[in-house]
T-cell receptor, first 112, second 114 residues
Framework: QQQVKQSPQSLIVQKGGISIINCAYE??????FPWYQQFPGKGPALLIA?????SEKKEGRFTISFNKSAKQFSLHIMDSQPGDSATYFC???????????FGKGTKLTVNP | KAGVTQTPRYLIKTRGQQVTLSCSPI?????VSWYQQTPGQGLQFLFE???????NKGNFPGRFSGRQFSNSRSEMNVSTLELGDSALYLC?????????????FGPGTRLTVL
């Protein structure tokens, strides 16, 4: 049973465009929703994270939108740049646990 | 500050052998977690250690084991290797568990089982 469903699998965006990646979860006990970015040959790196007490969090060009009732959260990358080309993973966790449950990932390609 | 270090970076083994992977967390970090990354299954949690104790374990067979030392360094062991164990094994460290402190991932060990 897949606890976190991430879409799309791949995404191609033009430079300057908006990239949107979505995730949906089932377990309402999850209370931590991070997004990770992974470049080839590297481990994932935390990009931005949100707790369920807020509906949106913005850090620079990256924004998380969180819809608790729909059990969905999304990552928006504004003014996408070729350097943003990477694989993005959403994840969930609960109760302060270090155990992250990851989505399957989205490969983002930003064309110049 | 140095990042998470994993050794070796690449490893080739044959079926039936066993393997030990090593992880040195960021200085001062006391919590270490391990993940397996494959194209088919994605990133899957293996286990988490803090103060030399396993706090959490993922859904993997008993062939997968780990431990943590008093200096917070961690090792994971896979016995009786199978072809399906070929994967990137990632280690992540954080200050302490329980507070959603950022987890920092190492570059991983790429294990190939022939």
């Amino acid at each position: 049973q897949q606890q976190v469903k991430q879409s799309p699998q791949s995404l191609i965006v033009q430079k300057g465009g908006i990239s949107i990646i979505n995730c949906a979860y089932e377990n309402t006990a999850f209370d931590y929703f991070p997004w990770y970015q992974q470049f080839p040959g590297k481990g994932p790196a935390l990009l931005i994270a949100i707790r369920p007490d807020v509906s949106e969090k913005k850090e620079g060009r990256f924004t998380i939108s969180f819809n608790k009732s729909a059990k969905q959260f999304s990552l928006h990358i504004m003014d996408s740049q070729p350097g943003d080309s990477a694989t993005y993973f959403c994840a969930v966790a609960q109760g302060g646990s270090e155990k992250l449950v990851f989505g399957k990932g989205t490969k983002l390609t930003v064309n110049p | 500050k140095a990042g998470v270090t994993q050794t070796p970076r690449y490893l080739i083994k044959t079926r039936g052998q066993q393997v030990t992977l090593s992880c040195s967390p960021i200085s001062g970090h006391r919590s270490v977690s391990w993940y397996q990354q494959t194209p088919g299954q994605g990133l899957q949690f293996l286990f988490e250690y803090f103060s030399e104790t396993q706090r959490n374990k993922g859904n993997f067979p008993g062939r997968f084991s780990g431990r943590q030392f008093s200096n917070s360094r961690s090792e994971m062991n896979v016995s009786t290797l199978e072809l399906g164990d070929s994967a990137l094994y990632l280690c992540a460290s954080s200050l302490v568990p329980g507070f959603y402190n950022e987890q920092f991932f190492g570059p991983g060990t790429r294990l190939t089982v022939l």
